[in-house]
T-cell receptor, first 111, second 116 residues
Framework: ELKVEQNPLFLSMQEGKNYTIYCNYS?????LYWYRQDPGKSLESLFV???NGAVKQEGRLMASLDTKARLSTLHITAAVHDLSATYFC???????????WGAGTKLIIKP | DVKVTQSSRYLVKRTGEKVFLECVQD?????MFWYRQDPGLGLRLIYF???????EKGDIPEGYSVSREKKERFSLILESASTNQTSMYLC???????????????FGSGTRLTVV
């Protein structure tokens, strides 16, 4: 059974600092997704990572995928308050149409 | 951009009512999904449909049914609403195969349902 674990589940940090959110998954998959959710809102797609070694960057966010280690990271550089949100990773279950979701990381960035 | 539209942003219904949540997508996606999201429990899949008139149970189908008569529309039905179905409901769609894996899922804005 495919399981996805994110850590930390909660992160409070100061503006200007760097930090990394980790997403581990338990069985083989070659497609991993990162989403952002603002309070009371729906989920917004950030990155789709499709192959081992994939790295994608958008502004202060950079995501990478290591399929051998079954690990993806979401790195935040010089955090700003606007990045406060909950971040989810999700992994494609290769055997059916479903995504398996991590529990989410609630990120609070203080001015 | 693909758009997924959920018919209601907020709903308040009474216990025992039959509730319809509607979801429409405009990009000819084959796959559609209904999730519910509760604090501390993350996203849980209720039902999904991989094509018209096709439906599959997700992780928590009890108390729900779905309908997919047209490709663009996927309806979630609460046959007899109960207070434990108070939740945020999210609809998503995706094109399967190579293109779908490059785009991922697109979510609607969500329906916050309160059953009293």
């Amino acid at each position: 059974e495919l399981k996805v674990e994110q850590n930390p589940l909660f992160l409070s940090m100061q503006e200007g600092k760097n930090y990394t959110i980790y997403c581990n998954y338990s069985t083989t998959s070659d497609r991993l997704y990162w989403y952002r959710q603002d309070p009371g809102k729906s989920l917004e797609s950030l990155f789709v990572l499709l192959s081992n070694g994939a790295v994608k960057q958008e502004g202060r966010l950079m995501a990478s995928l290591d399929t051998k280690a079954r690990l993806s990271t979401l790195h935040i550089t010089a955090a700003v308050h606007d990045l406060s949100a909950t971040y989810f990773c999700a992994v494609d279950n290769n055997s059916n149409y479903q995504l398996i979701w991590g529990a989410g990381t609630k990120l609070i960035i203080k001015p | 951009d693909v758009k997924v539209t959920q018919s209601s942003r907020y709903l308040v219904k009474r216990t025992g009512e039959k509730v319809f949540l509607e979801c429409v997508q405009d990009m000819d996606h084959e796959n559609m999904f209904w999730y519910r999201q509760d604090p501390g429990l993350g996203l849980r899949l209720i039902y999904f449909s991989y094509d018209v008139k096709m439906k599959e149970k997700g992780d928590i189908p009890e108390g729900y049914s779905v309908s997919r008569e047209k490709k663009e529309r996927f309806s979630l039905i609460l046959e007899s609403a109960s207070t434990n179905q108070t939740s945020m409901y999210l609809c998503a769609s995706r094109k399967p195969g190579h293109m779908g894996s490059r785009i991922g899922y697109t979510f609607g804005s969500g329906t916050r349902l309160t059953v009293v």
